[in-house]
């Protein structure tokens, strides 16, 4: 059975720092991508941030560049989205999700999600 399980979300202080993890199972971890996708009220779901298990090629939106870090353990299987200097707006429900060898590829695996709530 496929799954994509995330935790670390909270609440967190405007300004602070969390630590999403996504584990992944069922799938070969290696060849796919691991997105972070996220949901605030009332919006659409959007790219956050992106990693490739095959080369470790890295992705991320323009809004997050230089606050928010994505990396991964192949070892684990499990991909870590690092948020610093979190802002209100970043209050979303954040995703991830596994698209087949590119970050480009349709996302075929989602997880639940985990919120995070930034207070101001």
């Known amino acids: 059975e496929v799954q994509l399980v995330e935790s670390g979300g909270g609440l967190v202080q405007a300004g602070g720092s969390l630590r999403l993890s996504c584990a992944a199972s069922?799938?070969?971890?290696?060849?796919?991508?691991i997105g972070w996708f996220r949901q605030a009220p009332g919006k659409e779901r959007e790219g956050v941030s992106c990693?490739?298990?095959?080369?470790?090629?890295?992705y991320y939106a323009n809004s997050v560049k230089g606050r928010f870090t994505i990396s991964s353990d192949n070892a684990k299987n499990t991909v870590y989205l690092q948020m610093n200097s979190l802002k209100h707006e970043n209050t979303a429900i954040y995703y991830c999700?596994?698209?087949?060898?590119?970050?480009?590829?349709?996302?075929?695996?989602w997880g639940k999600g985990t919120l995070v709530t930034v207070a101001s």
């Open positions: 999700g596994a698209g087949f060898m590119s970050c480009h590829a349709k996302v075929g695996y």
């Open positions: 069922g799938f070969t971890f290696d060849d796919y991508a």
């Open positions: 990693i490739s298990s095959s080369d470790g090629s890295t």
